[in-house]
């Protein structure tokens, strides 16, 4: 690294550490070259991310990398994970939403899929969730795409099944499996979608066709305790009450086993927990 660089980075943090509220427009650095300057900026970013996002170390790289780069994307949006996880959501939110507007009008949509998934499932945002993929779809003028690891159709149906439009959000769920079938994939490989789209029916008192969904969910997953539990319930309206116990009672085992849709970061919509299957028993006469 060059001694040019090398001072660029003892001033900034110098800079961060003893004026943390100096404003990015404050800074010239006009006399850098472009190559130098994002040279300065990637050479941060890897050093944050050697310490753990919440940490003030973490930051201090986090807002040096910005400083030098403020315009890009990948930076800030990294960077607001960081005052997510600490709870600072005002912040976190400010700083996803400018990298989602330079990325837009930059003509990409990566920010704007990272917020998708942040809405849907860390804020319960669903209105703005489905504003986004509205957003999404024009942009890319495709019905599939990826949202973080996750179809943006299954999102998109999450979102419509929070607020109730159950009809809109089997429509969505069709439209991932009928592009994952265009693109050679196995829908079935997506249990949680059926687990979703069973959901949808029940609340459409459409029984039967929830347990199928169920079916197919368990095809993947023989173990799913949501699926059998939900499944039990859709016997239940049916009147098969003896079939509904045994469901309740295996699902209750899996559940009690940690077997159920638990991750790290979110919870998962309808996930199961053992008073849930508990009082479903308690509930039964017989």
């Known amino acids: 690294m060059s001694l040019r660089i090398l001072q660029i980075i003892a001033f900034i943090i110098g800079l961060t550490s003893c004026q943390s509220n100096q404003s990015e427009q404050s800074l010239d650095f006009s006399n850098y070259s472009e190559i130098e300057l994002d040279s300065i900026a990637e050479r941060y970013y890897n050093i944050a991310n050697n310490f753990i996002q919440p ?36 912040t976190a ?67 419509y099944y929070r607020l109730n439009k159950f009809k809109e959000a089997i429509s969505a769920f069709d439209t991932v499996i009928d592009e994952e079938e265009k693109q050679g994939f196995d829908p079935k490989a997506n249990f949680m979608l059926y ?33 059998i539990f939900h499944k ?21 085992y899996w559940v009690q086993k940690g077997k159920r849709m638990s991750e790290p970061y979110i919870e998962r919509f309808d996930e199961l927990y053992p008073y849930m299957v508990e009082e479903a028993l308690a509930e039964l006469d017989f």
């Open 232 to 252: 039990g319930n859709a016997l239940l309206k049916l009147g098969n009450k003896k079939e509904a116990k045994k469901l309740f009672e295996e699902a209750l």
């Open 195 to 227: 687990f979703y789209m069973g959901r949808c029916y029940f609340e459409l008192n459409q029984y039967e066709k929830a347990i199928e969904c169920y079916d197919i969910a368990l095809e993947t997953d023989k173990n799913y305790s949501e699926a």
């Open 93 to 159: 939110m400010k700083m996803l939403n400018e990298s989602v507007e330079t990325d837009l009008a930059n003509g990409g949509v990566d920010a704007l899929q990272y917020r998708i998934w942040t809405l849907l499932y860390f804020y319960r945002d669903y209105e703005g969730t489905l504003r986004d993929i509205q957003i999404l779809k024009e942009m890319t003028k495709r019905d599939y795409d990826v949202c973080w690891g996750e179809p943006c159709g299954f999102q998109e149906g999450q979102a």
């Open 55 to 90: 940490s003030s170390t973490y930051r201090r790289y986090m807002d040096s990398a910005i400083l030098v780069r403020p315009h890009e994307v990948e930076h800030r949006q990294v960077a607001s994970y960081s005052y997510k996880k600490r709870g600072e959501h005002i």
